[in-house]
């Protein structure tokens, strides 16, 4: 009993870390794996060790309400709102599905951010009836499931409660689960931390706006490279002087001659 309870420590320290779990196991009990629950649920929780299809996945905007930002303390406002909108246009540009919710719009949360709503028009938008944890309502289930898509990219406010519960529900139903973390909101920065060790220790994979842009795009020898240029530059300000120099010194250069 001690030594199974010692080998399913180490192996949910392994997962929390990203290793595998395989070299923690010996050959020889390998194969009592299929008749071991808690390995099973371990496993369950593995992060997916590649790069996200974006043909395999949907946006999630979950409670971007404007109540909610006046409490959150972990990352600035204005920053918060570039970043939600960054998703919203980058979505838009790689055809990704989105869909929006809002606990209870008529309650003290707010409604959704005007801006949110603007870009993302085209967005299925799921009212709730008061459920904390959008996965504990049908119609926003109905909605993932619909599209097909088995990886989900959330962001949200609060992170601790609005992210991060349905997250870890779509991971336990084999979804594979990305959490935008400054596209996100928490009410302080030790909530915040919880919550990336509870997601991380659940399997959801924690990124940011720059990163999830990168993994959409993957390269630069595309026909729209200049709209994903013009994304870096709405969350990465330096990132614009580096575009305009680039062009700058491209429109100085001597013509060649045929």
Not at 13 to 34: D, H, K, N, W, Y
Not at 167 to 188: L, P, R, T
């Amino acid at each position: 009993m001690r030594s199974a309870m010692i080998r399913h420590a180490a192996l949910a320290a392994a997962i929390a870390l990203g290793f595998g779990t395989a070299a923690f196991i010996p050959m020889r009990e390998r194969s009592a794996q299929a008749q071991d629950p808690a390995v099973g649920v371990m496993q369950a929780t593995m992060p997916t060790l590649k790069l996200l299809d974006p043909k395999d996945t949907v946006f999630l905007f979950l409670d971007h309400q404007t109540g909610l930002f006046q409490t959150v303390k972990d990352v600035p406002i204005q920053a918060l709102r570039i970043n939600t909108l960054v998703l919203a246009k980058l979505a838009k540009l790689a055809k990704i599905p989105v869909i929006t919710t809002a606990s209870e719009p008529a309650g003290p949360n707010g409604p959704l951010m005007s801006e949110l709503q603007e870009v993302a028009a085209d967005a299925t938008y799921v009212p709730r009836k008061g459920e904390v944890s959008a996965w504990e309502n049908p119609d926003f289930v109905k909605a993932v499931k619909a599209t097909g898509r088995k990886t989900l990219v959330m962001c949200g406010v609060w992170t601790s409660v609005c992210v991060a519960f349905p997250a870890i529900q779509a991971k336990a139903e084999g979804f594979n689960v990305y959490a935008v973390m400054d596209a996100s909101g928490d009410h302080s920065q030790m909530s915040y931390e919880a919550t990336l060790a509870r997601m991380t220790a659940a399997g959801i994979i924690p990124v940011t706006t720059n990163v999830m842009v990168c993994e959409v795009q993957r390269t630069w020898n595309r026909p729209d490279a200049a709209e994903y240029g013009a994304l870096y530059g709405e969350f990465a300000p330096h990132y614009k002087a580096v575009i305009e120099s680039f062009l700058k010194a491209q429109s100085s250069r001597p013509k060649e001659s045929k």
